[in-house]
Structure formats: C-alpha cells, structure tokens
C-alpha cells in the first residue's frame, strides 16, 4: 500500500471512529479509548472493559489517537502494543491536550526502570506489564470511573447447591436465588446460625464444570417461605471467580442497557446490590 492509499485508509478510520465518538451516550455512560493493537484489544474483551455499560472506542492508530481523545472526551485512555517512545510521545501530548483530565494507563512489555519514571513524569496514571491480570482492570475502574466491579455485582438466578459443614457430617440442599463472585443469596429449608462456614458446590447455565467455594453465613434474609441466608466467599479460586464474573457479565449482556428487564427463557434478571 503507497503512502497515499495508507493516508487515505488513516483519514476514513478516523472519521469512522469520529463518528462513533461523537455519538451520544445513553445515561452519560463511562467512556474508553482504547489505543492498541488488534491483538490487545482481543485481549482485552476477555476483561471488564468489554463490559455492557461502558462506551468503549478502539483506535488501532496511534496517529489517530489526540484527535478521538478530543472528540470522545474519554474517562479512560489504554495505550498499549506501542513502543516506548511512541507511547511517551502520545502521553505528554494528551496531557497537553487542553481539558483532557481522562486516566491514561500504559501497557507494554518489560518496560524498563528509565521508561517508567519517563511515563509517570509524562501523565501516565498507571504502566502495567502485559499481559494483565483482569481483575486489575476491574480494580481501576472501580477506583477510576465509580462503576460496580464485577465482583459487586450480581445477578437473580436458581441455581441448585449441595454444600457441607466443615467438620460436620451430613450434607445440605439448597437454592441460589442472586449469585456474584462475591457471594450468593441461599435459600435453605436448614437451620443455618450466622458465621456457619459451607462448602459449597453448585454449576452454571452451559457449563459443565462445578464450582466450588468456601462460604460463610453473614446475615439471614426475610423471607415468608424457606429460610434464606446472605453467604458471603470466604476461598474462591481465582478461576472460579473469572467463572462467576463472567456469567454475571453474560447476563447482563444479554438484557442490552435494562438491567432490571427479565431475559426470557432463564427466569434471572441482573442487578446492583450490596455484598451478601
């Protein structure tokens, strides 16, 4: 491709992604731009930035990059599969974007000492080494943009669970009626004292492997039926958390930006709520 078909290609994805930027946000919505890559943005929709309440905007072009930040006024700015020097540049030149508050988070491989301390004098809110653990995107976004984690949020289920006592014979059944990666809301024709520990295993919709957890009762929950008990994870691997946040993620997904709207055929809807 000559160098005028390259610009030509640069100035149509830009004004695509103008276009996209550009476009209201329903409810004032948090907003990404993500300047990366096609193979860290793959990467990334594994993570709670593919999340459904989020407008995210993917700029494979750093060239493009001031100029979407500018037209998205973003919450957040990913730059990530740069070399050091590009990423350098683009990091002082969004700070000396005028009104351009948004965090920006560098990632990049084996970044080393000198560079580092570049990028934080530069602006850089935070530089993480690739790949990312994902649970420290739900983290900043907690902390950055004042959304629920994943881990906070849950969605209305009926989920069969077998659980036993620690150190007590005998097993119980029962229903959860929410689930988070947090903890469950338990329904239990069993007399449950408050600070019991459970171990706890119970399946998810389309996935043939169980999970299990150590829970423990925090609070019983009114109810004119069965007894019900808020019980919190005590030990959940980090594969079964992913497991959990996933599922609940999918749910919400699947009801578009109408977390309370019910998805037909499952009977669960999602929602915000306290921890267990």
């Known amino acids: 491709m000559g160098a005028t078909d390259q610009d030509s290609k640069y100035r149509l994805e830009l004004l695509a992604l103008q276009q996209?930027?550009?476009?209201?946000?329903?409810?004032a919505l948090p907003s990404v731009l993500l300047i990366a890559g096609n193979d860290l943005s793959t990467e990334l929709a594994q993570t709670v930035l593919w999340r459904f309440d989020l407008v995210r905007v993917c700029c494979?072009?750093?060239?493009?990059?001031?100029?979407?930040?500018?037209?998205?006024?973003?919450?957040?700015i990913v730059l990530g599969a740069l070399r050091p020097a590009t990423a350098l540049a683009l990091v002082r030149s969004l700070?000396?974007?005028a009104g351009n508050a948004a965090a920006i988070v560098v990632v990049a491989r084996s970044v080393s000492l000198s560079a580092l301390k570049d990028l934080e004098r530069a602006g850089a809110t935070?530089?993480?080494?690739?790949?990312?653990?994902?649970?420290?995107?739900?983290?900043?976004?907690?902390?950055?943009?004042?959304?629920?984690?994943?881990?906070?949020?849950?969605?209305?289920?009926?989920?069969?669970?077998?659980s036993r006592?620690?150190?007590?014979?005998?097993?119980?059944?029962?229903?959860?009626?929410?689930?988070?990666?947090r903890g469950m809301l338990l329904e239990s024709p069993s007399l449950l004292a408050i600070g019991a520990k459970l171990d706890l295993t119970f399946s998810l919709p389309q996935d043939d492997l169980a999970v299990r957890v150590l829970g423990q009762?925090?609070?019983?929950?009114?109810?004119?039926?069965?007894p019900r008990y808020?019980?919190?994870?005590?030990?959940v691997s980090s594969e079964a958390c992913h497991r959990i946040a996933a599922?609940?993620?999918?749910?919400?997904?699947?009801?578009?930006?109408?977390?309370?709207?019910?998805?037909?055929?499952?009977?669960?809807?999602a929602r915000r709520t306290e921890r267990p």
């Open 217 to 226: 009762v925090v609070r019983e929950a009114p109810s004119e039926r069965a």
């Open 20 to 27: 996209v930027a550009a476009a209201p946000r329903r409810g």
């Open 126 to 162: 935070a530089v993480w080494d690739h790949p990312v653990d994902p649970r420290r995107w739900d983290e900043l976004l907690h902390e950055i943009l004042g959304v629920a984690t994943r881990r906070d949020l849950r969605v209305a289920v009926r989920l069969q669970v077998s």
């Open 165 to 181: 006592r620690p150190r007590v014979p005998g097993s119980l059944a029962g229903i959860a009626l929410d689930l988070s990666a």
């Open 230 to 235: 808020g019980v919190e994870f005590l030990d």
């Open 60 to 76: 494979p072009e750093p060239r493009n990059g001031l100029s979407l930040a500018a037209a998205l006024a973003p919450d957040l």
């Open 247 to 269: 599922f609940v993620d999918s749910e919400q997904r699947a009801r578009g930006f109408d977390p309370e709207a019910p998805r037909s055929g499952t009977g669960t809807r």
């Open 95 to 97: 700070r000396d974007q």
